[in-house]
Each structure stands twice: as C-alpha cells, then as structure tokens.
C-alpha cells in the first residue's frame, strides 16, 4: 500500500475545476480554536503573571512563578552550546543580515512643485515581541529568522517568548536561549502558547506590551494572533507547514522524496504535495518514500503526514499545468524540478518562498540560505509575504508645504472639500491667506 495518495487532474478543464481545492491542505479550524484561547487572553489580561505561570503548570507541566529568564541562564546556554551547533547558527546569522540589509528601504523624498515636499518615510516599529515554539522540535533556527531582520529595521526593543520545558528546568530549550544570546537578546519569557501573544499583547510583570507579535505557532497560537489583531500588530496566522514540488521526467526521484519526507517531519499535520506529469517520476517516488521513510528517526510522524488528506502525488497533463496548479495551491514551500526550473520559477505568481533546481532544497532555506523561513501558509501566499524587514517597519508621510505651494493647490483644496460637503476643510486653506490676518502676522 501506497504512503501517499494520488490526485488525478489530467484532463481537466481549468474552467470548470477549481485547482486550489483539488490540492486540499489539512484541516487547521482557528475559529474553533478561539473559543478555547479567549479565557486564556481574558486570564492573562485581569490577572497578568498569576495567570501565566497557573497556565504553564496546565499545559507545559512546569511550576515556576517566575516567568523571566534570568540572564546568567542566557549566557550559559551559548557557553555550553556544541560548537558546530555555533558555527551553524553564526553562519545563518551573517547570511540573513546581508539579505534584510539590502531589502531595508529608505526615505524617498518627492517635490511636487517649488516648495512642496513629501518624504515617504520607513520608521521602525518600537516595541516587538517574537514567538518561538518549543512543540515537537525546538525550532531554533526562528529565533534566527525573527530577531535578524527586526534588528536590521532598528527595532530598539525586543522581546522573545518560547515555552518552558520540563527537561530544561522550566527554561525554554537551551539551543533557543543560546541562539538569544549570540543576537544579544536578553529579555526572553519562559512563556508558551496563547498565554505567551496576550502576554505581549497586553503586558503581564516584567514583559511590556507590544506593538507587533510575530512567529509560528500552533493553531492556539494563531488564534490567539486572531483574537488580539487590533491590540497587537500580526505578522500573520501561521497554520501546518508545506511543501509543493513541481518537477518533470528529468528530476531525481530520491532527491524529491527525500524533500517531501523533510516538511513532513515537522508535524503529523504537515503538506508534502508533488506536482508531475510523469507517472515514472511518480512511480520512483513512491517507490523511494517506502524506502527512506523506514530510516528515518520520526518514521511514524512522517508516515501520518504523508498518508494526511493535506499530502498527494498531484498528476497533470504538462508543466503549463503544473505552474497552474502550484500558482492556485500557493505553498509555503515551492521546490522546481524541472530541466528549464529558472524559467518555470519566473511564472511563479503565488508561493511564500521558491527553491529552484535540484540543489536548493527547502531545508537551505530553513537554516542558511539566506532568505527568511517564517511563510505564509494554507494558501495566503496568494496575498501576503514571508517576514522580512518590512515586517518591522511603517511607513509615513511627512508633508512639507511653504505658503506658495499652498496658494498653489488652495482652490483645488476647497472646489474637493465642497464636493465633500465638508466646507471647514477649505476653510482651514483659505484662513491662512485672509488679507487681514496676513497684515496683522506682517505687523507682528
């Protein structure tokens, strides 16, 4: 028996069949969840740390009534921290600095006319609080993809929460503290789950509010993000990781199941989808998921996301499509194995992240290559962006007018304001260039 199912769209007419949802994703109910997280939030908001540490006891099993992690503890996770561990991390590091400091955008000024200026200007959030889950793996490599491209904006006060963990002595896993402490982060919360977004939401003992919340969760987390947008600014709700994989007769089979077998080690709800319109492509793949999954370290996490509803082998006529299908899909993840994979990608309209030809898997990009891991999911790649740079950022307008450049536009200002029935806005122009009051400011 199969790992994996087939999905057959050969054949089907793009007019009448709906792409998006031939490829269905697993099911993540983040309304549902709400219900469950909006006493968390409530708790948290009226009762603050009291709240955090009763729910930590409930869901992580730690007791602790302190919720700070003491710095002394901060520096001793990077002394202890295996050296190639180190290496690893500093080299991820110094590759996404280089990246976030060429996307960081600059005031871009515009003179209208003589003596109208508008500065388009990028002005760094104050105060972010990141997320970093703890889960089935310590994800450090997010500590990593959050806290970097905040620096880079400016960001001049950050604050990082990941669950406290019973084998770590009710601190976050050591791996995280001491990737904290290689980015000089030293305000972190031994703080999980929904309780860890109202926390920065609303504040609770040493933490602060926030102004933004960014970084993956489980669907607690998102709900919580869901319940708290408007309070707090999102970067979005993150919902099971996924991998689509467009490829052709000329890719390597062990390469592609060993790619499906890597997004799927994440989480049994994980999306593991090949796009191909070579059924000996899908053969061979198949034939290699039977033999890698079995040597593999979590073989029954694997097995449950690759036998999921969110994962399939998708077969089409040709790679025109296939682009259709992985442009409708919109995956977190887009690894191109096809023999022209560089012009396949530039069709690429809808993906958080694109991975082209067979040396670039996803986990390059999960670790070192030098782009951001932290993706939208269940298809909001279709309108939103992975974190960035941008993320960190605002932008404002600063408008800079002399009495001239005004004169110049006043009567434009007033005919609009009365079509608006709003004669007090022309009026708030046309006082400034009364002839009695011009004398009087002269006089002065």
């Known amino acids: 028996m199969s790992l994996i199912r087939r999905i057959d769209l050969r054949g089907a007419d793009p007019a009448s069949v709906d792409y998006r949802a031939s490829v269905p994703r697993a099911e993540f109910d983040v309304e549902a969840a709400t219900h469950q997280v909006q006493p968390i939030i409530d708790a948290v908001r009226a009762r603050g740390v009291e709240a955090i540490t009763e729910l930590s006891a409930r869901f992580d099993g730690v007791e602790s009534d302190e919720i700070a992690v003491p710095r002394e503890a901060i520096t001793t996770a990077l002394e202890t921290l295996d050296p190639a561990v180190r290496a690893g991390l500093e080299e991820s590091i110094r590759r996404l600095r280089i990246t976030c400091a060429a996307e960081l955008e600059h005031d871009v000024t515009s003179e209208l006319a003589p003596g109208a200026v508008v500065t388009h200007r990028k002005v760094p959030i104050d105060r972010v609080g990141l997320y970093v889950p703890g889960g089935l793996a310590p994800l450090v ?20 929460a990941s669950p406290p963990q019973k084998n770590s002595g009710g601190l976050p896993e050591p791996t995280i503290l001491a990737a904290c402490a290689l980015l000089g982060v030293d305000e972190v919360y031994a703080v999980g789950g929904a309780q860890a977004i109202a926390m920065f939401a609303h504040g609770a003992g040493p933490c602060e509010r926030v102004d933004l919340v960014t970084g993956p969760g489980n669907v607690y987390v998102a709900a919580a993000k869901r319940l708290l947008r408007g309070v707090v600014g999102i970067d979005s709700e993150a919902g ?3 991998i689509a994989i467009l490829a052709d007769d000329s890719a390597d089979a062990a390469f592609v199941a060993a790619d499906l077998i890597s997004q799927a080690e994440h989480d ?3 999306g593991s989808v090949l796009v191909t319109d070579s059924l000996a492509l899908a053969d061979a793949v ?7 999954v079995f040597a593999t370290r979590h073989t029954e996490r694997i097995r449950t996301a690759l036998d999921g509803r969110q994962s399939g082998i998708v077969l089409v006529d040709d790679m025109d499509q296939g682009v259709d299908v992985v442009n409708a899909y919109a995956a977190e993840h887009l690894e191109i194995h096809t023999a022209d ?10 993906a958080g992240a694109v991975f082209i030809g067979p040396w670039a898997p996803v986990s390059v990009g999960d670790y070192c290559a030098g782009s951001n891991h932290v993706l939208p999911t ?11 740079v941008r993320a960190f950022t605002r932008s404002m307008h600063v408008v800079d007018y002399s009495q001239a450049a005004l004169a110049e536009v006043a009567d434009h200002v007033v005919a609009l304001a009365e079509a608006e029935d709003l004669p007090s806005h022309g009026q708030a122009v046309t006082v400034r260039f009364d002839a009695s009051r011009s004398e009087t400011r002269a006089e002065s």
Do not use: F
């Open 141 to 160: 490599s997010s500590v990593v993809m959050n806290v970097v491209p905040a620096q880079v904006a400016g960001v001049r006060s950050i604050a990082l």
């Open 240 to 242: 099971p990781t996924e």
């Open 268 to 270: 049994p709800m994980a």
């Open 286 to 292: 198949e034939a290699e998921l039977d033999k890698q």
């Open 341 to 350: 994979a560089r012009a396949h990608a530039a069709r690429v309209r809808n």
């Open 378 to 388: 269940a298809g909001c790649a279709c309108h939103s962006s992975g974190l960035s």
